[in-house]
């Protein structure tokens, strides 16, 4: 008998049937060890040594393994084709060593591109020896992502409170996004106004045509900076003569883009079918491992980790092919078409992401895909088979229009693209990022010396814009770009940002939050050279050539290490004041914005003679006043704004309105703890028996800046009404508590699905909750509960998935795995997919036990460390 592995259960479950009986195929389910997270797992001054942990979940899949192999002949390594593949690989045979089970069992490492028969059949023709360069790259970058975690991280709970953890790539990622909000927040927008006429020709043809330049001097786009310019120009164009100075056309080509690698793969699909990058990559998993096709499990796309750009030469045959079949032989290429990878440190032994076979058209498929499965699908069919084709040939052509009178001139343009012959255009276009194409526009025929015929002059304003900020699709081009990370990293890079509130998501666009810039700024200042663009991406070549056979891994971590201990050495004699010194300066954009009135942003609104800073709690950072505690003025880090983009007071106040029963203002203010509304104000006594306004916190995921009169007059509003009991005739009411949303009745609470429900739920769905919760035994949270909003079953381990509300906020179950949402999914948005990586996050880490209320938790005498994460 021969044992195969392989890491997840759909692909040994396809690839038992290609093999046959004379093997047995069993899947690790990814990782069965990792580095424990506690301090010392990795010991520099042990030559690196480091220990390896197999968690409780892998201990049961390693058992049947380990029962396996007792009774199998050979055993086969069949894990993915890359570094973490090669790592997963090396893991299990190095267990099976420790257990004394390979004494005289032969171990091969196989390696295949695609789940098809073909090429599953083709990798077991050709086994290998576990490739140890690979292996020593994997033991490298995991050990500088522990050395860097557990060795920073400390520093960042001591100086920086709040904070919870630093990582090599994610806070360079981080700095990416911080970095842009902060261009944004210096960015200063620049008056310029565009002049266009609609002319005319004899054969009543329109076209627009743009003002170039005026009194023999050439006008770029922002050239014409004021009104009072724009109108002079106005006026000299309205009734001048317009004539045709020449006419330029050029042919052009338009070359096909590569097939997909990881990183454009999650970019497009972004951008076309709005997918976040870890959905793509969950659907691209599905794809990759295999599909029911009429009886037959079979892969419809190849490794979907990759960030190579080029096809092995026997699928070139079948692409070609189809595109003969499907469009003609004007739309095929004397010869296969080749690329390179423009990435810097890209790997260029992985094939790009594929059809196994581009007969299978997406029209044929879709029968036996879900939705974002035969979407995806169909983009990945379209790019490659559009990589093979023929170029667009183009005609790009320019008008140049001298327009005269009232005794000036003006020189104005029209340009326009055509395209003559669409080649690989028929197929596929890419979607283009923050760009627009201004010169798509169909010219009409027209002659130098023509004469044309004014219909309207178009003066508009305008303002440049700041640049915009990242998407996942383009802060993962960015990255990749800059050589920060790799494929299999640039997902779980962004869940992290995500998952510690360092990032949250707004329309698409990724908003640095004040953790983050805290965090950011922090490194900056006294850890500059390891957020460095360039330092992390010469570490991922370090990397690079350690797989490569060039250089020693261990050589590696000594010089990193060195100078890295030498440098967090040094930081342990860093006063909390000087850190907030360097805070205050590096953020001052953001927390001590500009005011209306020129006066200093940082003096104290409240007393008038203290000075804003920086100060920090166990609660996090805040602004406070320097005359404190005389002077108890605080707020948020952020200066809220107003409708109009205007910074609102620096006491953190913005009017929304006034209360049209009390008549008194409603508004918005910030918090030391947050966000909150106020109905009126405070009285001037401070007496305790004083009558304290009306206040409501915001709702989590509701944004202060854009809340409106409406909205915070329901929530102050709270608790509702929703009527009488039919038995006991008792009120039922809804609001807003510490753990949520709720009704309660005679003391009763209920949990609400969200909070918007608060604002509709009706007596009918009221009573039905609370007797929901009469019968679960009367318990809040946990136990016999409400099963929650089905998400539908686990695609793999099979099982109802639900979304459920607990004491700590929403949460996914799968069985005995319950996951926290993020905060930036809501019970109502997280779907299936986020709720099956959340559980599976969740499920490959270590289980630890609850100290008892009152216990000393163990190890607290000798000063155990905090977890990195």
């Known amino acids: 008998m021969n044992l195969v592995i392989v890491e997840s259960p759909a692909k040994a479950k396809t690839i038992n049937k290609y093999l046959g009986s004379g093997y047995q195929v069993l899947a690790s389910y990814g990782h069965v060890r990792d580095l424990p997270s506690k301090d010392g797992s990795v010991r520099p001054d042990d030559d690196f040594a480091m220990d390896w942990e197999v968690d409780a979940k892998a201990q049961k899949r390693m058992s049947d393994i380990v029962k396996a192999v007792k009774d199998a002949d050979r055993v086969i390594l069949a894990t993915d084709p890359d570094r973490e593949g090669e790592a997963i690989s090396w893991h299990v045979r190095e267990l099976l060593k420790q257990k004394r089970l390979l004494k005289d069992k032969p171990v091969e490492r196989v390696v295949f591109n695609a789940v098809t028969r073909e090429a599953v059949l083709e990798a077991m023709r050709h086994p290998r020896p576990v490739d140890e360069t690979l292996v020593e790259a994997y033991l490298a970058r995991r050990a500088l992502d522990y050395l860097v975690g557990f060795t920073l991280s400390p520093v960042l709970w001591r100086k920086l409170p709040g904070a919870r953890s630093a990582g090599r790539v994610q806070s360079v990622a981080l700095r990416l996004v911080c970095d842009r909000e902060t261009e944004i927040e210096l960015f200063k927008p620049r008056e310029y106004w565009q002049i266009e006429a609609t002319l005319e020709t004899a054969r009543r043809d329109t076209f627009v045509a743009r003002l170039v330049g005026f009194a023999g001097e050439k006008l770029g786009r922002l050239d014409v900076g004021n009104e009072a310019e724009a109108r002079r120009i106005e006026r000299a164009l309205t009734g001048a003569t317009f004539v045709v100075d020449g006419v330029d056309t050029k042919p052009h080509k338009r070359n096909p883009f590569p097939p997909f690698t990881t990183s454009t793969l999650q970019q497009e699909a972004s951008r076309k079918l709005g997918f976040p990058a870890t959905r793509t990559m969950q659907v691209a998993q599905r794809l990759y491992e295999g599909v029911d096709i009429g009886g037959e499990t079979v892969g419809l796309i190849t490794y979907m980790r990759t960030d190579g750009v080029q096809i092995v030469p026997e699928a070139i045959g079948p692409i070609r092919s189809a595109i003969g079949q499907r469009f003609g032989a004007a739309y095929l290429p004397e010869r296969p078409r080749a690329y390179q990878t423009k990435a810097k440190n890209a790997q260029e032994a992985h094939e790009a992401i594929r059809p196994t076979d581009p007969s299978r058209h997406p029209d044929a498929m879709s029968a036996y895909l879900d939705p974002e499965q035969a979407k995806l699908y169909e983009l990945i069919w379209k790019r490659t088979l559009a990589s093979q084709m023929t170029s667009a040939d183009l005609e790009r052509t320019s008008i140049e229009i001298t327009a005269s009178g009232k005794g000036e001139t003006a020189n104005l343009r029209a340009t326009g693209t055509v395209i003559v012959f669409p080649g ?292 102050l509003a709270l608790p509702r009404l929703i009527g009488l009991h039919p038995e006991t005739g008792k009120e039922i009411t809804a609001g807003i508590g510490r753990y949520g949303p709720f009704v309660l009745h005679d003391g009763k609470f209920a949990n609400l699905d969200s909070v918007e429900e608060v604002f509709s739920v009706g007596i009918n769905r009221a009573v039905s909750l609370l007797a929901e919760k009469a019968a679960s035994g009367g318990r809040r949270f946990g136990g016999n509960a409400q099963p929650g909003r089905s998400l539908g079953d686990h695609p793999t381990l099979g099982g109802a998935i639900t979304v459920r509300s607990g004491r700590y906020g929403p949460y996914v179950n799968h069985g005995k795995i319950n996951a926290t949402l993020p905060r930036t999914m809501t019970t109502d948005s997280v779907t299936l997919a986020e709720a099956v990586e959340l559980i599976a996050r969740k499920a490959d880490q270590p289980a630890t036990a609850k100290p008892k209320r009152g216990a000393k938790p163990k190890g607290a005498a000798r000063g155990t460390k905090k977890k990195a994460g």
Not at 488 to 495: D, I, K
């Open 424 to 715: 690989f255009l028929t197929l596929y276009q890419e979607t283009l990022d923050d760009e627009a194409d201004e010169d798509s526009a169909r010219l009409p025929q027209v002659n130098a010396g023509e004469k044309l015929t004014e219909r309207g002059i178009s003066t508009t304003q305008h303002f440049t814009e700041p640049p915009p900020r990242y998407t996942e699709a383009t802060l993962i081009k960015k990255m990749e770009e800059l050589g920060i990370g790799r494929p299999s990293t640039y997902t779980a890079t962004l869940a992290t940002l995500r998952d510690r509130g360092y990032v949250r998501v707004d329309r698409k666009r990724l908003h640095p939050e004040d953790k983050g810039r805290l965090v950011t700024a922090f490194l900056e200042s006294f850890f500059d050279r390891y957020v460095e663009y360039d330092f992390t991406a010469d570490l991922e070549e370090k990397l690079d050539r350690i797989s490569n056979g060039e250089i020693a891994w261990k050589d590696v971590l000594r010089e990193f290490w060195t100078q890295f201990s030498s440098h967090v050495e040094k930081t342990k004699e860093l006063r909390v004041s000087a850190v907030l010194d360097a805070l205050n300066d590096l953020l001052a954009p953001h927390i001590f914005p500009p005011r209306a009135d020129g006066s200093d942003p940082r003096t104290c609104p409240l007393c008038g003679t203290g000075r804003l800073s920086l100060k920090l709690s166990r609660f996090g950072a805040f602004i406070g006043c320097s005359n404190y505690p005389e002077c108890k003025y605080t707020r948020q880090l952020a200066v809220p704004t107003g409708e109009d983009g205007e910074v609102a007071n620096d006491n953190g106040t913005r009017k929304l309105g006034v209360d049209p029963e009390t008549g008194l203002d409603v508004t918005v203010r910030n918090g030391r703890f947050g966000y909150y509304l106020q109905l009126g104000e405070a009285p001037e006594g401070k007496g305790k028996d004083a009558e304290k306004p009306k206040r409501a916190s915001i709702p989590k995921g509701w944004d202060p800046q854009t809340i409106d009169l409406d909205a915070a007059l329901a929530l």
